[in-house]
């Protein structure tokens, strides 16, 4: 097969639309996890949140049985991929290609870890963006490992357990 017929796509038809109660009930239990960590935000005056939460509570909600979705996978993936865009920025420096590189071996790490976590992909981006502020409060300490991170991430998955679980056509996780 020639590459430009693979860009053709194959002839698969368009996956079907869920039903107004899937969807409304996917919407609730985004929008309760959405709640937890900005209310939490809010309330405590912390950095609670980050951008790639909102990308893990759609995977968390739409695709629960998928390892991506996966307590392990969120929270560690997290972990792992701003553990090392802080190591980049920090001691390889903030270039744009130190930032290249940190991209590459977060994904890796999380595949060599088994916790892939697409939207955790993007936290060495945040990592050197936050970073560019030069704002201590925000990523000057190695404190932003811990929250937003871990503990955003943790707030995030315990939403899932809770809400996933209250559908008798949804069971949380598969595994941990």
Not at 97 to 125: E, Y
Request: charge should be positive; charged fraction near 10%; include cysteine.
């Amino acid at each position: 097969m020639s590459y430009l017929t693979k860009l053709k796509g194959s002839p698969a038809s368009i996956p079907p639309r869920p039903s107004f109660k899937e969807i409304s009930f996917i919407s609730l239990g985004a929008f309760f996890a959405a709640c937890v960590v900005g209310f939490l935000a809010y309330y405590t005056n912390e950095p609670i949140i980050m951008g790639s939460f909102g990308a893990s509570i759609f995977v968390l909600f739409v695709l629960p049985d998928s390892p991506f979705a996966q307590p392990r996978n969120v929270i560690f993936g997290h972990f792992v991929t701003t553990l090392i865009g802080l190591i980049f920025f920090h001691f390889v420096g903030s270039e744009w290609w130190s930032m290249a590189i940190a991209l590459a071996f977060a994904i890796a790490a999380m595949q060599i870890l088994r916790v892939p976590h697409p939207p955790a992909g993007s936290n060495p981006f945040i990592v050197f963006l936050l970073g560019a502020n030069n704002d201590p409060m925000i990523i000057g300490s190695w404190n932003f490992l811990w929250m937003p991170t871990l503990i955003g991430s943790i707030l995030i998955v315990m939403a899932a357990l809770l809400c996933n679980n209250l559908s008798e056509n949804r069971s949380y996780p598969k595994y941990w």
